[in-house]
T-cell receptor, first 108, second 117 residues
Framework: GQSLEQPSEVTAVEGAIVQINCTYQ??????LSWYQQHDGGAPTFLSY????GLEETGRFSSFLSRSDSYGYLLLQELQMKDSASYFC?????????FGKGTRLHILP | SQTIHQWPATLVQPVGSPLSLECTVE??????LYWYRQAAGRGLQLLFY??????ISSEVPQNLSASRPQDRQFILSSKKLLLSDSGFYLC????????????????FGQGTRLTVV
């Protein structure tokens, strides 16, 4: 089967850095993606790691290690608007499988 | 540019009534299309996906069905709704694997919040 594990909730302080981890048990996938979803809204794409290593997009970075079946999303200089749920996802063949999501709470 | 339309935004239906949710995509051809359901505060459960007209793959046995009568149209249906069908339904599209080389970026509609009463 395919499964992706994420912490259900993470809390951090405004201006700080937070890391959201994702471990997976699947094979034959193309890469690891991250999505953001605000309450009541639709998920939006944040980043994609096709290869091992770090990808940086502004305040957000994402990392993948296929040998460790592990990835993470790193959010820097946290802002209140970053309060949302974050999902890791893998694309296996034509399916997109999502983790259960991590709710990020940001304290002022 | 590509856009995805999903309607209605909210829906309240009695148990046992039929359901039809529609999703259309503009600005792209032969997209992969997806239906997801999300329970409150939970993850995205893949219900159906389609790689072409008339091609439907079902991920979870359930009370729902999907159809793709046109290249950029994806419909989610039920003949008789159950209370457990309540949730947030999301349609999404992405470029097929053979074209994109595996890039996972998917684009979501704004969702339909279904309440079965």
């Amino acid at each position: 089967g395919q499964s992706l594990e994420q912490p259900s909730e993470v809390t951090a302080v405004e201006g700080a850095i937070v890391q959201i981890n994702c471990t997976y048990q699947t094979s034959g996938f193309y890469g690891l993606s991250w999505y953001q979803q605000h309450d009541g809204g639709a998920p939006t794409f944040l980043s994609y790691n096709a290869l091992d290593g770090l990808e940086e997009t502004g305040r957000f970075s994402s990392f993948l290690s296929r040998s460790d079946s592990y990835g993470y999303l790193l959010l820097q200089e946290l802002q209140m608007k970053d309060s949302a749920s974050y999902f890791c996802a893998v694309n296996r063949d034509d399916k997109i499988i999502f983790g259960k999501g991590t709710r990020l709470h940001i304290l002022p | 540019s590509q856009t995805i339309h999903q309607w209605p935004a909210t829906l309240v239906q009695p148990v046992g009534s039929p359901l039809s949710l529609e999703c259309t995509v503009e600005g792209t051809s032969n997209p992969n299309l997806y239906w997801y359901r999300q329970a409150a505060g939970r993850g995205l459960q893949l219900l159906f996906y389609s790689v072409g007209i008339g091609q439907i793959s079902s991920e979870v046995p359930q009370n729902l069905s999907a159809s793709r009568p046109q290249d950029r149209q994806f419909i989610l249906s039920s003949k008789k709704l159950l209370l457990s069908d309540s949730g947030f339904y999301l349609c999404a599209w992405k470029t097929g694997v053979m074209t994109s080389g595996g890039n996972t970026e998917a684009f979501f509609g704004q969702g339909t919040r279904l309440t079965v009463v």
